[in-house]
């Protein structure tokens, strides 16, 4: 099955400067990588998603690369804040079936 | 739009009790609702996926007569944790997708429930 690496656990920024989050993945197959935001005791909130048709995709100070021939995705936060402290996961799945398969999870810690 | 409701948020039982949990999608009919598990300062972990009308399809390594699943709606599955021990403490997270043709939309979380077994 699919397996997602997350690295790394933890990432302290200093406010205003940039994050970078990176995961494989294990199956070819999957074509679909949503990245989640957490923070503690709430639910988890979609922030951004890629498919496997396109290489990049942006909103705001939030990107997301893809490249499919290595198997790896990475979340990109630019201009960071306080209020983007939490524990990021990264997934990935095959459309069809819709089973989701989480990183271990980073936890972004930014330092006002 | 898409949201997902959780009830209770959280809950404490005695061991041995069975507890029951709803995940209702509020403004949308979601063909498959999925449940988690989440230990403290861990991942999510998918527990079960469920179809409308159809058997839930549990993951490898989760007891199917320990956590009853039930899809009766395209709004409302239901988690029972039967006979519930200490050990089953923890966030138990749902999430609703929406099938469109042959692609599954995102999938959207409830706020979770915190279950406590003493």
């Known amino acids: 099955g699919e397996n997602v690496e997350q690295h790394p656990s933890t990432l302290s920024v200093q406010e205003g400067d940039s994050a970078v989050i990176k995961c494989t993945y294990s199956d070819s197959a999957s074509n679909y990588f949503p990245w989640y935001k957490q923070e503690l005791g709430k639910r988890p909130q979609l922030i951004i998603d890629?498919?496997?048709?396109?290489g990049e995709k942006k909103d705001q100070r939030i990107a997301v690369t893809l490249n499919k021939t290595a198997k790896h995705f990475s979340l990109h936060i630019t201009e960071t804040q306080p209020e983007d402290s939490a524990v990021y996961f990264c997934?990935?799945?095959?459309?069809?079936?819709?089973?989701?398969?989480f990183g271990a999870g980073t936890i972004l810690r930014v330092k006002s | 739009g898409a949201v997902v409701s959780q009830h209770p948020s959280w809950v404490i039982c005695k061991s041995g009790t069975s507890v029951k949990i709803e995940c209702r999608s509020l403004d949308f009919q979601a063909t498959t609702m999925f449940w988690y598990r989440q230990f403290p300062k861990q991942s999510l972990m998918l527990m079960a996926t469920?179809?409308?009308?159809?058997?839930?399809?549990?993951e490898q390594g989760v007891e199917k007569d320990k956590f009853l699943i039930n899809h009766a709606s395209l709004t409302l599955s239901t988690l029972t944790v039967t006979s519930a021990h200490p050990e089953d403490s923890s966030f138990y997270i749902c999430s609703a997708s929406l099938r469109l043709g042959l692609r599954t939309d995102t999938q959207y979380f409830g706020p979770g429930t915190r279950l406590t077994v003493l």
């Open positions: 997934a990935a799945s095959m459309e069809y079936g819709n089973k989701l398969v």
């Open positions: 469920s179809n409308e009308g159809s058997k839930a399809t549990y």
């Open positions: 890629i498919r496997s048709n396109v």
